[in-house]
């Protein structure tokens, strides 16, 4: 058995093949993370290195709306059922579930059915509900390399010079780096964000002032991907403090409807 399509994260495979030869795998994991950085993709690797049917015995809730009770109850009469092929497994984006679908799910992690495995991806293993941690096995995962970047970029036939500009705006997170080689428009929304979040935290006031007017003139969903990725960056950077503060204000008063332009000129000054 070996990883094929999974992109680095080499000391999770060993744990796991060592797992599966000496018939010790858990009922549940949760693999964290930062997002897009391959949890899924190694979750359902290993389901197909289970034996599970790609059609009958895997579960993937990975929509960007709320995951439901009634969505969390489903699965379960699902995992209860035999098996295809020799198990069945789900993989769950644990950061959507709302708290009446966790403690539907409490009960399967509870009393998990026989030839069961379940994957929680997260973003914040510590916001998941306490008696859902105490019950799987917490797996990390980090970012792979820019070699790991460009290994995974190959078979998409990106030409050479928007491969360099994508590794170096992918950081190591492979799954967005593939989001970002088949999505031309994500890729510009991407560069843009980028520069505008260094020359907002550059000293010069009148370039960040004129940056402030451009996006200040972009439709509002722009302007919320610009101030999402300019916290993550904050998050992952050394910039002061209150620039974190600045960009929570700018997205509140984005959601109350402030003028933009105020919005976007209070951030920038």
Do not use: C, W
Request: proline share 3%; charged share 25%; aromatic share 8%.
């Amino acid at each position: 058995m070996s990883f094929v399509k999974t992109i680095g994260h080499e000391k999770q495979k060993r744990l796991f093949l060592r797992s599966m030869q000496n018939n010790s795998l858990a009922h549940a994991y949760a693999l964290a993370g930062e997002e897009n950085i391959g949890k899924t993709t190694f979750a359902l690797e290993l389901a197909s290195m289970l034996g599970a049917d790609p059609v009958f015995d895997v579960f993937v809730i990975d929509q960007d709306e709320l995951i439901t009770a009634e969505e969390a109850r489903s699965l379960q009469s699902r995992l209860a059922l035999a098996p295809a092929g020799k198990h069945k497994v789900a993989v769950i984006k644990a950061d959507l579930l709302t708290e009446e679908a966790s403690s539907s799910l409490l009960k399967t992690l509870e009393e998990p059915p026989a030839h069961s495995v379940i994957f929680l991806t997260t973003s914040n293993f510590y916001s998941l509900l306490s008696t859902i941690a105490s019950r799987v096995q917490k797996i990390m995962f980090s970012r792979g390399t820019d070699d790991d970047v460009k290994v995974a970029l190959a078979p998409t036939g990106t030409s050479q010079e928007k491969t360099e500009k994508i590794v170096k705006l992918a950081g190591g997170r492979v799954g967005f780096a593939l989001r970002l080689a088949i999505d031309d428009f994500f890729l510009e929304l991407v560069e843009n964000s980028q520069q505008n979040y260094e020359l907002l935290i550059s000293k010069s006031l009148v370039e960040r002032l004129k940056i402030a007017e451009k996006i200040a003139s972009q439709e509002t969903p722009e302007v919320r991907f610009f101030l999402n990725y300019s916290l993550k960056r904050f998050a992952d950077s050394l910039a002061p403090k209150d620039l974190g503060k600045k960009l929570y204000q700018a997205l509140s008063d984005l959601e109350s409807n402030v003028n933009i332009k105020l919005a976007m000129d209070n951030l920038f000054l």
